[in-house]
């Protein structure tokens, strides 16, 4: 068969190739082999478009791995590893009179893809310890999805509950409630097979979804900075409008972040993209997500803290009831506890350096995961479970429920009694009736 027979034979194998369907053309060995043989044949053909010698001493060919073009005596040649390799090594065949030498350094030198007896002990406890994270926090983000669909469920069900306050709560916990389910589908998009990652080619869908995962986190702080915008209204004026209000809250806690995600998404597209857009090779890139966080983080800060100077004031002159004052006292706590809380966290590891060795770096992620995970329970258990507005309205609902019981059982059983009293009041006259006869006779 000629050379132009075995491109074309090589050119329907590459389309009825069954590994093309299940894995990207990046990430399959044979895939790339064979495309680049289809190449090198391209290359050696007698009209192709390498200018190979008058009389060439070595002829060019395929090695099953590389592609040397015709070359004359003396000439050295090289050819890059192989590109799923990963490896920036070369090998080299000098042309001598008696043709192509053998290639040199060998491939599992030159490619570095020897045998090391230590790899498979260090593979071994890199995927433990993986494996030992992800348990951790799938166990976290669930409790805290968990929470947070119960707290949101409490408020949204309770009409008593419904006012602004509680609804900016509300948006708070969906905003967790977002991170969460948004770590678990990020998770069944990268484990959900093997075919991936090992080449370094990544889908489209992790991409998005660790941008979704930013806008998350941004939203949290977001909505943090409504909380503390609001509690501040509260305690320094009267509001008339909470309705007109409540649209400027919700543009701040949900569209504020999408600005920010948009501009950083096109940053990360148009100069760094690459692996599922985690890197942090350009840091100017990840400062556009800092930024706002930490105007959030420090505008946060100060409203809490004139939060508590104006509720002292009013509390020195007795402008404000005791009720309200410990009402708001304890949200500005609270706020204050978890805005305090999560900025350190953030400020913390955002700026940890990434020059850590192994060990201390494994530390520092398993850490950091296992805090953010249970951000969400703990938002819910501080603004829903431990406030006392709620666990009043929840044992109202609970009393009633338990004395509609006992009123139903009682009901039930005062018919009982009724219906077993005439059926006796019935049977007592018959018996009489029944007396008076047989004297009769």
């Not at 909470?242 to 649209?247: F, G, P, V």
């Not at 946060?300 to 508590?308: G, Q, S």
């Not at 296992?370 to 819910?380: E, L, M, N, T």
Request: charge should be neutral; include cysteine; proline fraction near 4%.
């Amino acid at each position: 068969m000629g050379i132009s027979g075995h491109i074309t034979l090589l050119g329907l194998l590459l389309q009825g190739c069954p590994h093309v369907e299940s894995v990207p053309p990046e990430c399959d060995p044979d895939f790339i082999l064979l495309q680049d043989e289809v190449s090198c044949l391209e290359l050696l053909r007698p009209n192709g478009s390498s200018q190979s010698p008058a009389e060439p001493e070595c002829v060019g060919w395929w090695d099953l791995i590389h592609c040397w073009p015709h070359a004359a005596v003396g000439d050295v040649v090289s050819q890059p590893c192989p590109s799923f390799l990963h490896s920036s090594g070369r090998v080299f065949r000098n042309c001598t009179e008696h043709g192509w030498t053998d290639p040199y350094p060998p491939h599992d030198i030159a490619c570095e893809y020897g045998f090391n007896e230590s790899l498979p002990r260090e593979v071994y406890r890199s995927q433990t310890y993986f494996l030992c994270v992800r348990i951790m926090y799938t166990v976290g983000y669930a409790t805290s999805l968990v929470s947070l669909t119960v707290a949101v469920s409490i408020l949204f069900l309770f009409r008593r509950l419904h006012c602004t306050r509680n609804f900016i709560h509300m948006q708070l916990f969906l905003s967790f409630i977002l991170r969460a389910a948004l770590i678990f589908i990020r998770d069944l998009v990268l484990f959900s097979t093997e075919d991936y990652f090992h080449c370094g080619v990544y889908p489209v869908s992790c991409k998005v979804v660790t941008a979704l995962s930013n806008y998350c986190i941004l939203a949290n702080y977001s909505w943090f900075l409504a909380e503390a915008h609001y509690l501040y209204s509260l305690v320094s004026v009267s509001l008339h409008a909470h309705r007109t209000r409540l649209w400027w809250y919700v543009l701040l806690g949900w569209g504020s972040p999408v600005v920010v995600i948009s501009g950083w998404s096109s940053a990360r597209y148009l100069h760094e993209d690459e692996g599922c857009w985690e890197t942090r090779r350009s840091e100017w890139i990840w400062w556009i997500l800092r930024v706002p966080v930490l105007i959030f983080i420090i505008v946060n800060l100060v409203l809490f803290l004139c939060i508590i100077r104006i509720l002292v004031a009013k509390l020195r002159t007795q402008d404000l009831p005791g009720s309200e004052f410990g009402q708001y006292r304890k949200l500005a706590k609270s706020s204050f506890l978890l805005v305090s809380l999560f900025g350190l966290h953030y400020v913390i590891f955002a700026f940890r350096p990434h020059e850590d060795s192994d060990r201390s770096s494994e530390v520092w992620n398993f850490i950091e995961l296992a805090f953010a995970s249970i951000q969400g329970f703990v938002v819910a258990l501080l603004y829903c479970f431990l406030n006392r507005e709620v666990q009043s309205e929840v044992q109202r609902r609970w009393q009633r429920w338990r004395m509609t019981l006992q009123l139903d059982s009682r009901r039930q059983s005062r018919n009982q009694d009724q219906d077993q009293g005439g059926a006796t009041n019935i049977s007592l006259l018959m018996k009489t009736a029944s007396t008076a006869e047989s004297g009769l006779v």
